[in-house]
């Protein structure tokens, strides 16, 4: 399975920009770039995903390096409630009937008032 | 918002006790997951679940563990005879399709005592 590094935290301000970096040096092709994330007490829960291109959606943006060994997940304003550990996995069905995911330990994002 | 479901949302069992975890995916989805978390440990993969078979398990997956879709609503985890280290917080998931995004319940914390 493909690895990603990511810092272990990062502080933020409230109604301030995130920027959440992920190395994945060894990605292929066919892996697909998730991001995913877990409030505490809570399950992980979904936050964008991406192959090549840049995407967003109503809960944040994900930027691509264009050789793909590097993404950034961005808030673009961060609530207290965005407060959580954030998680950036690789995923490849590989031609099989699954896409499991691979957590790491993420990054555990503070958010001060 | 759909939602993935999951009961109980803890349960207390004997060491040796058989126990089943329940979860109602979406209803439209075809792809089923099981994870498992340690207290202050990573999410872990366990098992992924298509088409009425196993199509993906992990080493934590032994004999012990089996997953089962009876009723076309219902997915369950039944671990067969619990040990002290079982004792996590279990997370279902589903998606619709390969690549896109998992949905996860809320959890089942289990406790063996």
């Known amino acids: 399975d493909a690895k990603t590094t990511q810092p272990n935290s990062m502080e933020s301000n409230e109604e301030e920009p995130v920027h959440l970096p992920c190395n994945h040096s060894t990605i292929s092709g066919t892996d697909y770039i998730h991001w995913y994330r877990q409030l505490p007490s809570q399950g992980p829960e979904y936050v964008i995903h991406g192959l090549t291109s840049n995407v967003n959606n109503r809960m944040a943006s994900l930027a691509i390096a264009e050789d793909r060994k590097s993404s950034t997940l961005i808030l673009h304003r961060a609530t207290l409630r965005d407060a959580a550990v954030y998680y950036c996995?690789?995923?490849?069905?590989?031609?099989?009937?699954?896409?499991?995911?691979?957590f790491g330990t993420g990054t555990l994002l503070a958010v001060q008032p | 918002e759909p939602e993935v479901t999951q009961t109980p949302s803890h349960q207390v069992t004997q060491m040796g006790q058989e126990v089943i975890l329940r979860c109602v995916p979406i209803?439209?989805?075809?792809?089923f997951y099981w994870y498992r978390q340690i207290l202050g440990q990573k999410v872990e993969f366990l098992v992924s679940f298509y088409n009425n078979e196993i199509s993906e398990k992990s080493e934590i997956f032994d004999d012990q563990f089996s997953v089962e879709r009876p009723d076309g609503s219902n997915f369950t985890l039944k671990i067969r005879s619990t040990k002290l280290e079982d004792s996590a917080m279990y997370f279902c998931a589903s998606s619709e399709y390969l690549n896109t995004e998992a949905f996860f319940g809320q959890g089942t914390r289990l406790t063996v005592v």
């Open positions: 209803s439209n989805h075809l792809y």
């Open positions: 996995i690789l995923s490849n069905n590989y031609g099989g009937a699954t896409n499991k995911l691979i």
